[in-house]
């Protein structure tokens, strides 16, 4: 194998999970070593590294779906992953299995975390499309810190019904959560039943994401991290910030967030 790159270590994938065609989830063991202490904080993201035919290093960030999972002398990370079937690194991964080796970055970097939310917020809003849900995931599997909130909504978007990713550990949280957590699943291009149809800004305007989530949106008590495709960032940041919501900025506190590394 080419030497692996600097800020990388070696790792093997131990897990792989295929959701639907093309949407996929690797899990990678590295070793503890190569990385901080702690080794990430749930909420952040790291890269990944594979070889290209040309035997050149193509690497991507992605966010961890785990909260950090320490197993004897290795660190364990999940990662979602979506095929972009031009794209350079996820075709390399689509054929990545159980066994074969992978590079994992040990600088993990990102500012969307529990600490980073305001004291003054009861409710915390996770609006996500297609892998934004990954760094969703791990933060509400802090489920002690999670518990300064008076609810969770976890809102997820995606094109068909079974690119709604990790159903049964959503189904298990909000078990464990006992009616904190809120889970709206958003599918535009089929009918699902239990599913709104369309675009998270679109339900924010009009208020059908408040009906299904059977919360109300406050300038008070709300904080919103949002997190997937370019566009939906783009277009419910200019909605809120038409409902009068403001970006959150360690300088200035405000009532929403997102990470830009897609």
Not at 91 to 103: A, F, Q, S
Not at 118 to 130: E, I, K, V, Y
Request: proline letters at 5%.
């Amino acid at each position: 194998m080419q030497e692996t790159p600097l800020g990388f270590v070696a790792g093997i994938i131990i897990k792989r999970i295929d959701w639907a065609e093309h949407v996929f989830s690797l899990r990678v063991q590295a070793p503890l070593s190569a990385f901080p202490t702690p080794p990430y904080t749930a909420g952040q993201f790291s890269k990944l590294g594979a070889l290209n035919d040309d035997n050149e290093w193509v690497r991507r960030a992605y966010s961890m779906v785990n909260k950090p999972c320490i197993n004897g002398d290795n660190l364990e990370l999940e990662f979602l992953v979506i095929e972009i079937p031009d794209g350079k690194l996820t075709p390399l991964l689509e054929h990545k299995h159980e066994g074969d080796d992978i590079i994992v970055g040990t600088l993990p970097a990102g500012f969307m975390t529990i600490d980073e939310v305001p004291d003054t917020t009861r409710d915390l809003w996770m609006l996500s499309t297609g892998t934004g849900i990954g760094p969703f995931l791990a933060l509400l599997e802090e489920t002690e810190q999670c518990q300064r909130f008076e609810h969770l909504v976890l809102v997820h978007a995606v094109r068909t019904k079974a690119e709604l990713v990790y159903r049964d550990t959503i189904i298990e949280m909000m078990k464990t959560y006992q009616g904190k957590l809120r889970y709206v699943p958003i599918v535009s291009r089929e009918a699902v039943s239990g599913a709104l149809s369309g675009r998270i800004p679109q339900h924010i305007q009009d208020g059908t994401l408040e009906q299904a989530a059977h919360l109300k949106l406050s300038h008070q008590d709300s904080f919103l991290y949002l997190c997937g495709n370019p566009n939906m960032i783009h277009d419910t940041r200019d909605v809120l910030q038409q409902l009068g919501y403001k970006k959150h900025l360690r300088r200035e506190a405000g009532q929403f967030s997102f990470e830009n590394y897609w």
